[in-house]
């Protein structure tokens, strides 16, 4: 099955800087890479996703990277904000309709906190 | 649009007993959901997915005596944690899968999650 591998675990940036966090996928069928933001308590949020007909994917100041050859993709947070400070999960799966199709895989999290 | 909720958001209950957790699209159908579940500070772990009008898919190492799940409608799946025990303590979330079509991205929403504790 897929594996998704998440890093920085805590990742800690002054206010107004960016902030990156990157991924790497196992299952070279996984064609959609979501990521999502989690308050304390709260349910996960999605912020952005790519396909991986896209290398890159764009949001104001999010924006995604995606590099099927070497199945890694990564979130980049420009002029991060205190309300940026949260759990970020990226994910991967697959459109199929059968087989496992649309199963999700998380990441680890990263801990991100934006300080003054 | 693409709401889902859970019910009840928070839940406490005495070992040995069951629990019945709801998860609905309140704004679509969702002939597809999925339970997952999270402890603190992990990430989430996909416990089965529910398929309208047929049995939930399980994964590996999840007992599905244990974790019932019905998906009677196209609007709502339960899960009913069974004779529950305090290592079933958790953060229980639920997200349903909007069907985008042939040319989009089917997307999971999430519901707000259900917090278990078990005495």
């Known amino acids: 099955g897929e594996n998704v591998e998440q890093h920085p675990s805590t990742l800690s940036v002054q206010e107004g800087d960016s902030a990156v966090i990157k991924c790497t996928y196992s299952?070279?069928?996984?064609?959609?890479f979501p990521w999502y933001k989690q308050e304390l308590g709260k349910r996960p949020q999605l912020i952005i996703d790519?396909?991986?007909?896209?290398g890159e994917k764009k949001d104001q100041r999010i924006a995604v990277t995606l590099n099927k050859t070497a199945k890694h993709f990564s979130l980049h947070i420009t002029e991060t904000q205190p309300e940026d400070s949260a759990v970020y999960f990226c994910?991967?799966?697959?459109?199929?309709?059968?087989?496992?199709?649309?199963?999700?895989?998380f990441g680890t999290g990263t801990q991100l906190k934006v300080e003054l | 649009g693409a709401v889902v909720s859970q019910h009840p958001s928070w839940v406490i209950c005495k070992s040995g007993t069951s629990v019945k957790i709801e998860c609905r699209s309140l704004?679509?159908?969702?002939?597809?959901m999925f339970w997952y579940r999270q402890f603190p500070k992990q990430s989430l772990m996909l416990m089965a997915t529910?398929?309208?009008?047929?049995?939930?898919?399980?994964e590996q190492g999840v007992e599905k005596d244990k974790f019932l799940i019905n998906h009677a409608s196209l609007t709502l799946s339960t899960l009913t944690v069974t004779s529950a025990h305090p290592e079933d303590s958790s953060f229980y979330i639920c997200?349903?899968?909007?069907?985008?079509?042939?040319?989009?991205?089917?997307?999971?929403?999430f519901g707000p999650g259900t917090r278990l504790t078990v005495l």
């Open positions: 997200s349903a899968l909007m069907d985008a079509g042939v040319f989009g991205t089917d997307t999971q929403y």
């Open positions: 299952d070279s069928a996984s064609n959609y």
């Open positions: 790519i396909r991986s007909n896209v």
């Open positions: 994910a991967a799966s697959w459109d199929g309709v059968t087989g496992g199709g649309n199963k999700l895989t």
């Open positions: 704004d679509f159908q969702a002939t597809t």
């Open positions: 529910s398929n309208e009008g047929s049995k939930a898919t399980y």
